[in-house]
């Protein structure tokens, strides 16, 4: 069954970093763009920052630009996050993604995903 499990959120003081992973289990990540997205409290979910696996199309959010970097290590089949000068309005539940590149996918706007099952995500709360 592929699953994706995230770990490495909890509370950082402002300006702090923090590096997000995302470990896959039954498939293998090297074949599938990746993503990830975050909510909130009272917003709508909102990609920040996406790969797609064949070209290497990237989308990042002007919000993160410059403060968070997204990769991954196909060796671990694991995905990451860092996070970086991390602020008040970074707070909120963080979730990883990966799909074909049909489901997935960067645009200049923004990261579409064309799913629907979203897994727990991971809490970041940034707050002195």
């Known amino acids: 069954q592929a699953q ?6 909890g509370l950082v003081q402002p300006g702090g970093s ?3 992973s995302c470990v ?5 990540l090297d ?3 990746i993503g990830w997205f975050r909510q909130a409290p009272g917003k709508e979910r909102e990609g ?10 990237t989308y990042v959010s002007d919000s993160v630009k410059g403060r968070f970097t997204i990769s991954k290590d196909n ?11 991390l602020q008040p309005e970074d707070t909120a539940v963080y979730y990883c993604v990966a799909d074909d590149d049909r489901t997935l996918v960067p ?3 923004g ?13 970041v709360t940034v707050s002195s």
């Open 4 to 9: 994706l499990v995230e770990s490495g959120g």
């Open 31 to 33: 074949k599938y763009g």
């Open 18 to 20: 923090l590096n997000l």
């Open 107 to 109: 645009t200049t706007g």
């Open 111 to 123: 990261c579409y995903y064309g799913m629907s099952d979203w897994g727990k995500g991971i809490l």
């Open 75 to 85: 060796a671990k089949n694991t995905m990451y996050l860092y996070m970086k000068n």
């Open 24 to 28: 896959a289990s039954g498939f293998n």
């Open 48 to 57: 920040i920052a996406c790969v797609s696996n064949r070209h290497q199309r």
